[in-house]
């Protein structure tokens, strides 16, 4: 803190925490609450295994963290219109629709402690309950009425799509590369964050300079997420929580700790990392030396601070905006996305 | 043909073809060839998996029936306003991915002939390319600008999957009524069949009369041309040609011949179907002689009885119209798609 702000007053709110999502779960709460009765009722159909299939992946406690995000950036504004809850509810039925796809993609039987909706009910109801989802998602955001909306989230879906093929192309190629891995996930995750929150300017109808300041913070919030996501899929404070690390390395999937670990590994490295990620020939101990590798080459450490970075420009983001209740709980789930354990 | 009409003049144009596609696609050829450049302009990407994987299959030689029906619904309301170029591509990419996702749920291996994509490229490929041809068909349709269309195709899309769910829990299920199977049929292929004809009335901006005749002849069509895809697959003139039958039945899909020959059999052939479709344990011989059942209760027959209501009603929904060439096309081709051995 600067030698001459150390004596301002506090203001009369809480004392802000350093890097946590309870303030911005808190601000929009109440909010939430009406987000989560449009998804349960939009989730149901006469066909029995839609609700049931999509109420397991639905209800098995992911963080509604787009949906959060929508809600914030509509208050950011000062929108008070209330078509960002079912607008909300249609960025949390995109993100589910690709959860649902991705397991299958991966052949995950775990998500967040829970068996997947695969390992439960086979992979043929997940993908096709997936695009029930996505195209609910649609319908919704149809009633809703704008086609500013209707291409942010359509767009922002080819997106995806794209990062998700793009992602698939480079698995268990250790010839992939940094600027490979950024593409991807700028694709499969920070789009749909950027238009989850552009959509907060575009319900307040504000001008597009706002719209675009947000379209921007949504990006490298997505990044900075997506970043810290997989360093601590290697990470020992994760497994000390109890958490499952390794899947990644496990699946041969590219991440940039591993694209700078193999970068700088010796040829004798880098044939370990081959045998690992490439053949997918693995040993026991074989995740222990990949996580000795990546400190050895600070590729964690570098991983985080590339983070940080995507961070710091998501907060210079919204210094367009108007210091608000709103913009205080962003800007604490800008330093929780980062500094987060889990 | 009555009496009184005998000694008419023909007129100038060809001879009326009794049930033909081929009328119908000499109508709108040149329109489809604007609309085929646009399908291959769109499914384009950076990725080049992308357009790898939605090229072989849209390549793959379909009839390209549902798009043609936009284009001959339009011309039959006299559209001329080439909107209709780009929603009828939207809904070939609707269907192409449900054909991806679909072959992926149905462990397929050939599609017309041809292996299909998740044979090639895998399961993932084709459940995220599936991904990106619906996204893309949402982007179109957002470009275009309607929200009328947008919400004709995502309503459809939402029947489709939930359709294709439904489908996915009558597989392997001989209690299986009639009923169960007419609302999967109708949701799971005339819903898109419905819209693509329903979009004609759209672009064209006629009452909402038309509108409504052509939602009813697109889903009576539909269903009509599902229910005679379904016979096919048990059907001797189709093996004459060259074509595999039989799919339906070792995967054990409850199709309507099966539905009627278990309804209708003896206690041991209730236990034939039930031990083949059910269990899914078939011998040599098991489909020649299911198709012997069905023969001997006249269960393709009757399928084809049925498919003949759907079409007689088809027509019956044409008579707002006035006569004109597209509508004659129409007409041959409800003929074409009940009497087609094919």
Tied chains: 1, 2.
Excluded at 120 to 144: E, P
Excluded at 309 to 326: G, H, I
Aim: with cysteine; proline share 4%; charged share 25%.
């Amino acid at each position: 803190m600067p030698a001459d702000r150390r004596d301002l007053p506090r203001t009369a709110s809480k004392p802000p925490l350093s890097g946590s999502l309870e303030p911005l779960q808190e601000l929009v709460a109440d909010d939430l609450k009406q987000v989560n009765a449009i998804i349960l009722e939009k989730m149901q159909s006469p066909v029995a295994l839609i609700p049931q299939l999509a109420g397991h992946i639905v209800a098995a406690g992911g963080k509604r963290l787009r949906p959060m995000l929508t809600l914030a950036a509509a208050r950011l504004c000062g929108a008070r219109a209330q078509r960002e809850y079912a607008l909300a509810a249609c960025v949390e039925f995109i993100h589910t629709a690709t959860l649902l796809h991705d397991d299958v993609v991966d052949d995950s039987h775990l998500r967040r402690g829970l068996e997947t909706a695969n390992a439960v009910w086979g992979n043929k109801a997940s993908v096709l309950v997936g695009d029930f989802l996505f195209s609910r998602a649609f319908q919704l955001m149809v009633a809703d009425g704008s086609l500013v909306v209707l291409k942010l989230l359509s767009d922002a879906s080819v997106t995806i799509a794209e990062g998700e093929v793009h992602q698939l192309m480079t698995a268990n190629d250790t010839a992939t590369d940094e600027q490979a891995y950024l593409e991807v996930i700028e694709a499969k995750t920070a789009a749909l964050f950027s238009a989850a929150c552009e959509i907060g300017a575009v319900v307040a109808e504000r001008p597009e300079s706002d719209q675009l300041a947000l379209r921007s913070f949504g990006l490298n919030f997505g990044n900075a997420f997506q970043l810290v996501d997989d360093i601590l899929d290697y990470s020992a404070e994760q497994q000390a929580l109890g958490k499952t690390i390794g899947d990644d390395f496990r699946e041969g999937k590219i991440t940039l700790p591993l694209v700078l670990a193999f970068a700088r590994g010796s040829d004798e490295e880098k044939a370990f990392w081959r045998r690992c990620v490439e053949d997918l020939e693995q040993r026991d101990g074989d995740l222990e030396q990949a996580i000795a590798l990546m400190q050895r080459h600070d590729a964690l450490r570098d991983s985080k601070d590339r983070a940080r970075r995507y961070a710091e420009q998501a907060r210079r983001d919204l210094s367009v905006f108007p210091n608000n209740p709103a913009k205080h709980t962003l800007l604490q789930a800008i330093d929780f996305c980062v500094e987060r354990l889990y």
